[in-house]
């Protein structure tokens, strides 16, 4: 059973940055699809980001490119979040999630191993 771990969350201001990074136990993520999630108080978790097994293949939300860089390093077990320019409406909790699939996919429910999550508010 891989268990994730996010950190790197906090407290920064309007075009600030912030690095996020998700750290597996318990197994290899290398052969695993790996998302970023968000939430934000009293909505529903949306996707931000996604990352082919090799890092060759990504997605972005339309509303995070340009600004957010995921990217990963199998080596490390890690996957990683670069947010720049970051804006109030990124405030929330990011989650780490991967799924055993060659296929990169966006919606949360094809997801089936998840972070604990780790805050980020963006004050204006």
């Known amino acids: 059973q891989v268990n994730l771990i996010e950190s790197g969350g906090g407290f920064v201001q309007a075009g600030g940055s912030l690095k996020l990074s998700c750290v597996a136990s318990g197994g290899t993520i290398s052969t695993t699809v790996m998302g970023w999630f968000r939430q934000a108080p009293g909505k529903e978790r949306k996707f931000v980001a996604a990352i082919s097994w090799t890092g060759g293949t990504t997605y972005y939300a339309d509303s995070v490119k340009g600004r957010f860089t995921i990217s990963r390093d199998n080596a490390k077990n890690r996957v990683y979040l670069r947010m720049n320019s970051l804006k109030p409406e990124d405030t929330g909790v990011y989650y780490c999630?991967?799924?055993?699939?060659?296929?990169?996919?966006?919606?949360?429910?094809?997801?089936?191993?998840w972070g604990q999550g780790t805050q980020v508010t963006v004050s204006s």
């Open positions: 999630a991967g799924r055993k699939t060659t296929r990169v996919v966006t919606t949360p429910q094809e997801y089936g191993t």
